[in-house]
């Protein structure tokens, strides 16, 4: 599985002149692998838990300090065949992936991107139950609240024909968000599904041969890492339950810059 996080990056004054004077010790990679290990979630030594949520495979990210939209960290990971029925971890990776960037500084979230390897997806409709319990309590944007607009593509092989498939994972998408969430079908091509996007993304070999999917317009009470995490776990299991095994490509991109995070 491959995650990564989008968008503008603005660096603590002291992390900055390290980083522009290459003097900076901590990367994207080993505050990754440092928090990682905190949450118990993947170990790095012969020592460690023999049960992981992943393996670690590498991590990066663009730090750089222009203001434009950057793929600010990224990760991958080998997720194991789990019998018990552990769904993929998304939201376990995004917080990492956060984690890291409120640690170096103050960012503004446009974009997330997940390759998912739908083989390992399973039923994951009782979380979500759960998940959407959390969203419905976000604050309603005319009381103070951040509301969120943004759209989420879906792309996959020829194989998985995700266009001919697009009304059936929109309605189990819809099933999936228990009215905490609106969604809509919207045209893969009007721009908006990557402009909260830094191109290339991670994870650009093993996306070789994905083909443009459907793309749906969604609203949220608020916008965050964990509302992008949730949209693309909603929807690799509206994919899921429509049949395609082969890997996913889900990218969430926000229409209009945020306000920082």
Known sequence: ?????????????????????????????????????????????AGGPETGRWGHNDAGGDWSQDGRVRQLAWLQVDVPGDPRGQRLPVLPAATVLGDVL?????????????????????????DL????DWFSLAEQAEQGGESGEF????????????????????????????????????????GTARAGLSLPLAGE??????????????????????????????FIDAVRESGPTGPVLLTVSKMSRPAAA
């Open 1 to 45: 599985m491959i995650l990564g996080v989008h968008g503008v990056l603005g660096l603590k004054p002291w992390i900055r002149r390290a980083y522009e004077d290459e003097e900076l010790e901590e990367d994207t990679f080993s505050l990754v692998v440092k928090r990682t290990m905190a949450y118990g979630w993947s170990s790095f030594h």
């Open 151 to 190: 759209t989420l593509s879906v792309l996959g092989t020829e194989k998985a024909d995700l266009p001919g498939r697009a009304a059936g994972i929109l309605a189990s998408a819809l099933d999936r968000t228990y009215g905490c969430m609106t969604i809509e079908a919207s045209p893969a091509d009007d």
């Open 205 to 234: 070999l093993q996306t070789e041969g994905l083909r443009h999917g459907p793309a749906f317009r969604c609203g949220v009470r608020e916008w965050s890492l964990d509302v992008a995490a949730w949209a693309t776990e909603v």
């Open 102 to 126: 409120h640690r170096v500084g103050r960012f503004q979230l446009t974009g997330l991107h997940t390759l998912a390897p739908m083989d390992l997806a399973v039923d994951s409709r009782a």
């Open 129 to 132: 139950a759960n998940a959407a």
